[in-house]
């Protein structure tokens, strides 16, 4: 019963973006934030957050009586989870995606200490990850699209520090308007020029356009103590700085 719960509300986030998406539309057609979208804001961040800890409950209940778990897995918990393969993981997924909707990727690489491991939760980090990923091979695309010049690639360098392990997404995509930062972590706001069709049938996940991706991103490393922070240079590209506590070492109580 516990498994077929979480089953029915896999598709809860997008399923809200969409609403979202369609509120602003009809609503607020100006790129300003519209007046009592502070509520909106909130309500929609403690929903997400909300959900966040019910799945990781359920989630860890559940993975807790699989009667053969993997070695070194304690529930979702990996107790030796590696960065860099998790890295590696979705930088390979968001490829695909960008391959299918371009018809080509730029490369990514990755920098780091390969032996590196720390406990933390496998889907949360992918989840994170190949939402900065998606968004750097996004950028970079569609600003080398129609040039001569080579495409650089998307850099990931992950950093092994005393409190945190920090993941950086380096890309020269042209960056983030200054005007436009305040509000990249809303719900309301997209750097994609085209939206997704709300109408028509889904075809699983885009690149780009619900405007749920950063702000759901922070709040999963928020949610174990971390943080995610973007800083933009407009005219040559952006950095996205993913902080991770390591789990059992913060002595702050977890939400």
């Known amino acids: 019963m516990i498994k077929m719960i979480k089953v029915r509300h896999n598709n809860v986030v997008p399923t809200m973006a969409l609403g979202v998406q ?6 607020f057609s100006s790129r300003k934030l519209p007046p009592g979208f502070d509520e909106i804001h909130g309500f929609l961040d403690r929903f997400y957050m909300s959900r966040i800890g019910i799945r990781m409950l359920i989630g860890q209940h559940v993975a807790l009586h699989e009667p053969e778990p993997q070695p070194g897995v304690i529930g ?3 107790t030796k989870l ?9 930088s390979e997924d968001a490829r695909s995606i960008c391959m299918r909707e371009y018809g080509s990727a730029p490369d990514i690489n990755i920098y780091g200490d390969q032996n590196l491991t720390f406990p933390y939760v496998t889907s949360h980090l ?4 190949f939402e900065l990923v998606k968004n750097s091979l996004r950028a970079v695309q569609e600003r080398y699209m129609n040039s ?3 495409v650089p690639p998307v850099r990931i360098i992950v950093a092994d520090g005393t409190e945190d392990v920090t993941i950086k997404v380096s890309d020269e995509g042209g960056g983030i308007r200054r005007s436009g930062l305040p509000r990249i972590f809303t719900y309301l706001y997209s750097t994609a020029k085209n939206l ?3 109408e028509g049938p889904s075809e699983g ?3 780009a356009g619900y405007g749920f991706g950063l702000p759901v991103s922070r709040l999963y490393a928020r949610y174990f103590g971390g943080d995610l922070q973007i800083i ?17 070492d913060s002595e702050e109580p977890l939400p």
């Open 232 to 248: 933009s240079m407009e005219g040559y590209g952006t950095d996205a700085y993913l902080h991770l506590s390591r789990l059992g």
């Open 126 to 129: 992918h989840l994170m990850l």
């Open 76 to 78: 979702l918990i990996n």
């Open 148 to 150: 001569d010049k080579d």
């Open 196 to 198: 997704p069709d709300m």
């Open 22 to 27: 369609q509120l602003k539309n009809e609503q």
């Open 205 to 207: 996940v885009t690149m």
């Open 82 to 90: 590696s960065p860099i393969q998790v890295a590696q993981i979705a």
